[in-house]
């Protein structure tokens, strides 16, 4: 018998919790309408944006900035406030954090595919924001192609950018950087 009351005290909580659910999401689609002038929200987006009449965001760190960039995008007006500015010494933050899209000592597939991914995203944002930017106006963020070749650090090497052509005995056609490279050369 104890059980069985166990188990109706149990459905009777969630069916609490669900009508508390419920009420709350009525409240938040009221604030909306109210918000937007009465007419009623058609998507999550809408909503929100409806709702978030000003977002503080606080630190101004790679993901403070990233989370005020995708309000800004989503037209959510946006403040961002830090203690420190984001390269003071105490920071903790060197002046490339944030800025530089390299995966470093990872051999794990998953970071060739996020990378992968975030540089066609990052490729696409900054065409997108250059062809949307008036004449003359200075970018937010700039591409500068660069590679980086070292020895024994775990990261890429210059065999890393050679397409190999056949023997193995070392012949191979240099590509992408070195190729260019040696052209000018």
């Not at 709702?51 to 309000?71: C, D, F, N, P, Q």
Request: with cysteine; hydrophobic share 30%; proline share 5%.
């Amino acid at each position: 018998a104890s059980v069985r009351a166990s188990g109706e005290g149990e459905r009777e909580r969630e069916r609490r919790r669900e009508k508390e659910r419920e009420r709350e999401s009525r409240v938040l689609l009221e604030r909306a309408k109210l918000r937007g002038g009465g007419k009623q929200p058609q998507s999550i987006e809408e909503s929100t944006r409806a709702m978030a009449s000003k977002v503080l965001v606080v630190g101004s760190g790679a993901i403070g900035l990233r989370t005020a960039l995708e309000l800004l995008r989503r037209r959510i007006p946006v403040r961002l406030r830090s203690p420190r500015h984001p390269l003071h010494p105490s920071s903790g933050c060197s002046m490339g954090a944030g800025g530089l899209w390299m995966p470093y000592r990872c051999d794990d597939g998953r970071a060739d595919r996020w990378s992968i991914e975030t540089l066609d995203e990052l490729l696409k944002y900054t065409a997108a924001a250059a062809a949307a930017s008036p004449a003359g106006s200075r970018p937010l963020a700039e591409i500068v192609p660069t590679v980086i070749l070292k020895r024994d650090h775990g990261g890429p090497t210059v065999e890393h950018f050679i397409r190999r052509n056949g023997g193995g005995d070392g012949d191979g056609e240099l590509s992408g950087a070195a190729a260019k490279k040696k052209d000018d050369d």
